[in-house]
């Protein structure tokens, strides 16, 4: 995705996952306020949680002053051994609401038939608390292994994920349709 980005033209930056992006924003915001996208990846280190990544300590200032148009970040959870969730991303999700965004499901690696409300695609987040059900659902979908998603947040919420409606024939319920130009 970089590499295309910077093919393309685009002003990229990749800061790694344990930076302070408060500090990296404050030294660079002279060149810009304004991001198109922002695509947060968490590393593996405790520090590098995307919850702290994008926690307000670390990403308050960013997220408050500059216009990020799109912003996607991946969270993730999975069972420990005593059966208990391990879950990382409300906090993110706290710090994004926080700031105004909306925030809607992307992608995820596993489904849960069984999950009430049932996270299809799209489905808008409206609390910390909708994002760790989520998440819980997704450790209990992937059986002991690792659950993976990704969000989509914008502020303005102008829905440029495709709605689920242009999947389905609103005329008959559960029809897949195809999606055309």
Do not use: C
């Amino acid at each position: 995705v970089v590499a295309q980005a910077v093919v393309e033209g685009h002003d990229t930056h990749v800061v790694p996952p344990s930076s302070d992006l408060n500090v990296w924003f404050g030294a660079s915001a002279r060149r810009s306020d304004w991001f198109l996208l922002a695509y947060f990846i968490p590393g593996a280190a405790p520090e590098e949680d995307i919850d702290v990544l994008l926690g307000p300590e670390r990403a308050g200032d960013l997220l408050t002053g500059a216009t990020l148009t799109y912003v996607v970040f991946q969270v993730g959870s999975r069972t420990a051994a005593d059966g208990a969730a391990l879950l990382s991303g409300p906090g993110a999700a706290r710090t994004l609401f926080g700031a105004r965004f909306k925030i809607q499901l992307l992608a995820s690696s596993h489904y849960d038939d069984a999950a009430d409300p049932p996270y299809g695609p799209n489905f808008l987040f409206r609390t910390e608390g909708d994002v760790r059900r989520f998440l819980r659902s997704g450790a209990a979908a992937a059986d002991g292994g690792r659950f993976d998603a990704l969000l989509f947040a914008t502020q303005g919420l102008d829905l440029a994920i495709p709605s689920r409606l242009s999947y389905l024939d609103p005329g008959r319920t559960g029809r897949r349709v195809a999606a055309g130009p």
